[in-house]
């Protein structure tokens, strides 16, 4: 532990993505030696400069402005590992067409490194990068032991999920309580520490890797079923004439009653993705996954039950597909930022593009190049005129302060429905807008 009060650590960081760069930083910043590796070529000669390669603006000042004696920037495995104490692994595990975790990255990482390391070594090497519970050890071992190498003498592998989240100035990976899981507790300890080094707040050893990787999966597990849940009663609750967000008020005063909130679907490449890696898991071994598919189902028909809403106002309003258009709101996954992997706006304005409507799309963070052909781009609230129908399809802050009556005023019908219950709707009624919103009669 001297060594990590002495910062007489060097830091390797496998991945210098929205959640590498940060780390890498961190460790810099809090003193230690790093090496950032990446085998993207543009990542390694934009960090050489001194440049900011992620989208998130909040680093461009962070950045050494060039290469020094504990910021080292490479593209090579095999001039940087043997330099490292500690080599920690951000890559993507993106999820493939039929839902099985995408193993390159991390297989390929390890490759790299474990070739890179001598015997005796005992170096660690943690992985970050949100997987099914077995798979650190289940990737890697094979890899070790083909180098010739032996666990837990040579080289030692471990688990720490990443929790933060990537552009929130909030939970940003300091102010985040880290868990850690390895194959000796020793590890785990000295692990702890480290982490503990560059944190605000605990880092704590859980026990084996395998613990830490299900904590993290269920973590995001169960924030997609509550989230399924406010999306199923925002179909019952209606239907019994009663509006959801009454609902959510009136339980939120309840202690222990967490509220979520109803919406167009879920996007991102955590919440909708992370399930089926358990789910994998599970079939694998024979165990029934009810709960947790059918939340996964209830979510993704999200999209495709608002667009039966709106085709229906749209029917009672006499407006016919082919001449109608419609303005969608919001097209990231969720408020306030420009990400749009898995977002259900894409899912939602298909779905009503192919049944004849005209589609635009307003979204402040979204560059236009990040948009689809079948849609018109409206680039600022000032632009919008001639719509029959304006769909709130993401919560961004952006859209709080608009003025609904000078919008409305432009609008060649007065229709709007509220996709994620974040209008004021009876400010909107009383402007003149017929107010429609999910979950409500
Ligand atoms: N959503 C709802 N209703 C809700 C909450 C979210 O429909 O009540 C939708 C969002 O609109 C979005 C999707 O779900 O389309 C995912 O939203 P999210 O807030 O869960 O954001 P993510 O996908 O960025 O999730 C990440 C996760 N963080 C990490 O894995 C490190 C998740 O564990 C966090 O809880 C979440 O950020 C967060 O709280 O910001």
Redesign the pocket.
């Known amino acids: 532990m001297g060594r990590i009060a002495d910062r007489e650590i060097t830091i390797g960081v496998v991945g210098l993505g929205y959640v590498g760069l940060p780390t890498a930083l961190l460790f810099f910043e809090s003193g230690y030696r790093v090496i950032g590796i990446d085998s993207c070529n543009s990542v390694v000669s934009l960090l050489k400069e001194g440049k900011n390669p992620i989208g998130d603006s909040e680093f461009d000042d962070k950045i050494p402005p060039r290469q020094e004696k504990n910021w080292i920037i490479t593209s090579s495995y095999s001039d940087s590992i043997k330099l490292c104490d500690v080599v920690i692994v951000t890559v993507p595990t993106p999820v493939t067409s039929d839902k099985d975790l995408d193993e390159r990255n991390v297989l390929g990482a390890g490759e790299s490194i474990f070739q890179n390391i001598p015997q005796k070594s005992g170096k660690i090497i943690v992985l970050e990068s949100?997987v099914y519970p077995g798979f650190t050890r289940k990737i890697w071992s094979p890899i070790v032991l083909e180098n010739g190498l032996i666990l837990g003498e040579d080289v030692h592998i471990a688990y720490c999920p990443?929790?933060?989240?990537p552009g929130?100035k909030h939970s940003t990976i300091a102010k985040t309580t880290r868990i850690v899981g390895s194959m000796s507790d020793e590890v785990g300890e000295f692990l702890a520490s480290l982490y503990s080094s560059i944190s605000e707040v605990d880092v704590i050893h859980v026990g084996s890797m395998e613990v830490a990787e299900s904590s993290k999966l269920i973590?995001?597990v169960q924030?997609d079923i509550?989230?399924a849940l406010?999306n199923e009663l925002s179909m019952i609750l209606p239907s019994l004439g009663i509006d959801i967000e009454e609902v959510l008020d009136a339980a939120s005063t309840k202690w222990n009653f967490h509220r979520?909130?109803?919406?167009i679907?879920?996007?991102?490449?955590?919440?909708?993705v992370d399930p089926y890696f358990l789910i994998d898991q599970a079939n694998e071994k024979n165990n029934a996954v009810q709960l947790i598919s059918t939340a996964r189902l209830i979510n993704d028909q999200m999209p495709k039950h608002v667009s039966d809403l709106i085709v229906e106002i749209m029917r009672s309003h006499n407006l016919s597909f082919s001449e109608s258009s419609i303005l969608v709101m919001g097209w990231s996954?969720?408020p306030n930022i420009g990400d749009i992997r898995g977002?259900?706006s894409l899912d939602l304005a298909r779905i009503l593009s192919d049944l004849g409507i005209a589609i635009s799309v307003l979204d402040p963070f979204v560059p236009k190049k990040d948009l689809p052909d079948f849609v018109k781009v409206v680039d600022d609230i000032d632009q919008i005129k001639g719509f029959d129908m304006i769909v709130m399809a993401?919560a961004h802050d952006f859209f709080q302060g608009i003025n609904w009556g000078d919008i409305l005023s432009k609008m060649s019908n007065n229709i709007i429905f509220d996709g994620r219950r974040c209008l004021d709707l009876e400010e909107l009624r009383q402007l003149g807008w017929s107010v429609y919103a999910l979950g409500k009669p």
């Open positions: 949100t990443e929790r933060y989240n929130d973590e995001n924030r509550n989230i406010v979520y909130f109803p919406g679907g879920v996007g991102g490449h955590c919440i909708p996954y969720k977002s259900p993401t």
